[in-house]
Nanobody, 124 residues
Framework: QVQLVESGGGLVQAGDSLRLSCAAS????????MGWFRQAPGKEREFVTA????????YYQDSVKGRFTISRDNAKNTVYLQMNRLKPEDTAVYYC?????????????????WGQGTQVTVSS
C-alpha cells in the first residue's frame, strides 16, 4: 500500500505558474505509475497527466499539453506537476494517484491509491 500527500496548490492569476508535489510513502514508489487528476465543482474527476514508473513515458490531456509537465524523482518518492500559463478553467481540486499497472494509464478505475487533493484556483 502507498500513502499520497499533495501540496503546492493555491490562488493565482491567469498566466501564472504553480508546481504541485505529491509525496509517497509505503511500498517502493518506483513500482507505481503515477497520475494527476482534477475535479472542478459540479464536474466529474478528469485525467490530467500520467508518468511511467521510470519517468521515460508521459501522457497528457489535450487541454494541458504544452502548459503542464509531469515529472518524478524516484529517489525522493515524489511526483511533480509543473503548471504554466494557468487559465481560469484549470481551477479544480488536483489529485495525485498511483497505479500498479506496468504501463501509463488515464482512467480513474485503473488507479489504486489516491491523495486527499489540493485546491488550485486561477482568477481571471
Amino acid at each position: 500500500q502507498v500513502q499520497l500527500v499533495e501540496s503546492g496548490g493555491g490562488l493565482v492569476q491567469a498566466g501564472d505558474s504553480l508546481r504541485l508535489s505529491c509525496a509517497a510513502s509505503g511500498r517502493t514508489f518506483s513500482q507505481y505509475v503515477m497520475g494527476w487528476f482534477r475535479q472542478a465543482p459540479g464536474k466529474e474527476r478528469e485525467f490530467v497527466t500520467a508518468i511511467s514508473r521510470s519517468g521515460s513515458n508521459t501522457y497528457y490531456q489535450d487541454s494541458v499539453k504544452g502548459r503542464f509537465t509531469i515529472s518524478r524523482d524516484n529517489a525522493k518518492n515524489t511526483v511533480y506537476l509543473q503548471m504554466n500559463r494557468l487559465k481560469p478553467e484549470d481551477t479544480a481540486v488536483y489529485y495525485c494517484a498511483a497505479s500498479t499497472s506496468t504501463v501509463v494509464r488515464r482512467l480513474r478505475y485503473e488507479y489504486d491509491y489516491w491523495g486527499q487533493g489540493t485546491q488550485v484556483t486561477v482568477s481571471s
